[in-house]
């Protein structure tokens, strides 16, 4: 329930902090907080805030955007200049040249598209088969429900970490249909599915949705799929966002499993392509390879930014 | 679905007991209907039923079998506790298990202490919150190999930005990375520039649900600053505090990608050896996967204390 809330929360405090901007306007419409808004009226506490706000927005600006910008522009940097002491804040000649080496060299498209390729193909299986079990479990309530649900969720129970080797030793001979997937794509995509985690914020958002509106559904002569298609799926669209932003980001971050299982080079995501050929590029050329690895998640982020924080806060507070 | 719905024995259907002449002609519908309506159920199940089965399931189990054999020239042998008294009488064990610690000790002052501090002061402010709360979550959205070599760089003793800091202040170089005092501290360091975000939007997320009230009653009884954090912050915030302390610590004692990137896992003396990069080195560095899963069987018995308390205080939460 508690998540629930803070995921409207932004719409109905915007409505209230309108309403009190209008009868307030020195409080610029926020909840009260610590400090209390007399003591910021003072010309001391106005002071005080000022100079520890510009602090904080300087020290922030360095700490979590100086690297960005030391990474963008020691890409642009000569092989001499990045190594040398000290380092300079502002590459003294221009080398873009190390960005299309960083291309070619350690064939990033290559890596980039194998990662967008088992990005996405984890998000459409997370999506199929992770909406359809939730779906089944909040809605048509079968035999054994609660028993899988609780399985499911076990899941959670258990270190990711316990859990790579023997899975690993799954992959190598899937039992019953014998078969390798090492090297596949399979073996990023099908284990993804087994997000507990996810199957549970679905099924609590379907959970909310009423009654009712399925049986009206039932009523017309809709089936459970096209139900889900029809009615569940188009009411479930933030979630469903939620659920897909971090499918991807979550396949373009991972580092163990896929450099366990899948050595071949060419099959390999950026991460541990990079990583792998780290050591035998010079440093220039790597930073810009780390550049562009960067741009992708980057865009994703700045752009769904709003869904990624309201997944955020309702997914921590369940973890 | 919709047939059975819409059949006349609907409308008398026998409600418990009601028994009539048809009873035995619509039980057998009833139990048409139970059962066409769970085989629909179960179909929309078994996509992730199977994918959990077959990765998360199994290998769950297969962990527990693992801990207990012996594979040699490709013969498989029940090994019974030899496999644990051999890995705990491995002196990688304590040093794997000490670094761990010191990293978990390390990564919650600065993993759960600054996020809340950044927390507290973020949220007095009345401007730029957008701005600040997209920083701190960048480097999250961040590919692991991108910060780890941008930080591996920073740290370098000779052309790296931390010493040419460190100058700037009057202090002492410091050998960072390839010192066996210095080198976990600077894992922690990375690892904490790389996710503090998540936490920090958390705790926004819960100091924002504080009722201002609180702080007016707490002034009027004359309470500063300090108290009034002591008094009205810290315990309306303890249940989400309490969450995010366990689940820090689940997290930071499977440590794995961050020291593995930066000090080749190892570091110096194996100033850096987890307890997860010692599984993965007995299970793909030396093919010994019954130690590996002993290992694990260890970590697990030592997570699941933590697991089952977050549990606990997460279903609290939700009543």
């Known amino acids: 329930m508690a998540s629930n809330t803070l995921v409207s929360r932004p719409g109905s405090d915007a409505r209230k902090a309108g309403r009190r901007r209008a009868q307030r306007p020195a409080d610029l419409g926020r909840q009260r907080t610590l400090i209390s808004p007399a003591q910021l009226g003072r010309t001391r506490g106005k002071a005080v805030y000022w100079i520890v706000f510009a602090l904080v927005i300087l020290l922030f600006t360095v700490a979590f955007l100086g690297p960005l910008y030391w990474m963008v522009t020691g890409g642009l940097k000569a092989t001499q200049e990045v190594v040398q002491s000290p380092p300079t804040a502002f590459p003294s000649s221009i080398h873009t040249e190390n960005y299309s080496r960083a291309w070619t060299v350690m064939d990033l498209s290559r890596l980039l598209f194998n990662t967008l390729y088992y990005a996405f193909g984890a998000l459409a299986f997370q999506l199929v088969f992770d909406v359809a079990a939730a779906y089944s479990l909040s809605k048509l309530r079968p035999v054994f429900g609660k028993v899988i649900l609780g399985m499911m969720l076990a899941t959670l129970m258990i270190p990711a970490t316990v859990l790579v080797v023997p899975q690993y030793l799954t992959v190598l001979d899937v039992p019953i249909f014998q078969r390798n997937l090492l090297n596949s794509p399979w073996v990023i995509w099908l284990p993804s599915v087994t997000n507990a985690f996810n199957i549970f914020l679905l099924k609590r958002f379907f959970d909310s949705i009423p009654r009712e509106l399925l049986d009206a559904a039932a009523i017309d002569g809709a089936s459970p799929l096209r139900t889900l298609r029809s009615v569940v799926l188009p009411i479930s669209r933030p979630i469903l966002g939620v659920v897909s932003i971090f499918a991807v980001v979550g396949v373009w971050k991972d580092f163990l499993w896929p450099m366990l299982t899948l050595p071949d080079p060419s099959k390999q995501t950026l991460n541990v392509g990079i990583y792998s050929l780290a050591s035998g590029v010079p440093e220039n050329v790597l930073i810009a390879a780390l550049t562009i690895a960067s741009i992708p998640t980057l865009l994703i982020f700045l752009l769904f930014q709003r869904n990624i924080m309201s997944g955020l806060t309702a997914g921590g507070l369940k973890g | ?319």
């Open chain 2, 1 to 319: 679905m919709s047939a059975p719905t819409l059949s006349p024995s609907k409308a008398t259907r026998p409600r418990h007991g009601h028994a009539g002449p048809t009873r035995p002609n619509s039980a057998r519908e009833e139990f048409l209907r139970t059962l066409r309506r769970n085989i629909s159920a179960h179909g929309f199940l078994i996509g992730a039923v199977l994918c959990f089965s077959f990765f998360s399931w199994y290998p769950m189990v297969r962990e527990f079998i693992l801990a207990f054999q012996k594979t040699e020239n490709g013969k498989t042998t029940w090994a019974g506790w030899s496999n644990l008294s051999y890995v705990v009488n491995d002196p990688a064990f304590w040093q794997a298990w000490r670094n761990t610690l010191l990293f978990s000790a390390l990564a919650l002052v600065f993993g759960f202490a600054i996020p809340f501090v950044v927390a507290v002061v973020l949220n007095e402010f009345r401007h730029g919150q957008g701005y600040l709360r997209l920083l701190v979550y960048l480097p999250v959205m961040l590919p692991p190999v991108a910060s780890v070599l941008l930080f591996k760089y920073f740290y370098d003793p000779g052309y790296g930005l931390f010493n040419r800091i460190l100058e700037i202040f009057h202090l002492p170089a410091q050998q960072w990375l390839q010192d066996t005092d210095t080198a976990m501290l600077s894992v922690v360091i990375a690892a904490t520039w790389m996710n503090m975000g998540g936490a920090t939007l958390i705790y926004l997320a819960a100091l924002q649900g504080i009722p201002g009230e609180l702080y007016e009653a707490a002034e009027l009884d004359g309470a500063g600053l300090l108290r009034k954090i002591w008094h009205v912050t810290i315990p309306q915030t303890r249940l989400i505090l309490s969450l995010l302390l366990l689940m820090q610590i689940i997290a930071t004692m499977q440590v794995f990608t961050e020291p593995f990137l930066l000090t080749n896992g190892a570091g110096p003396e194996g100033s850096t050896t987890t307890v997860v990069y010692l599984i993965y080195q007995y299970a793909f560095n030396f093919n010994n996967y019954g130690s590996a899963a002993a290992l694990g069987l260890v970590l697990l018995v030592v997570l699941a204390g933590f697991s089952a308390v977050y549990v606990r205080l997460s279903r609290n939460s939700e009543d």
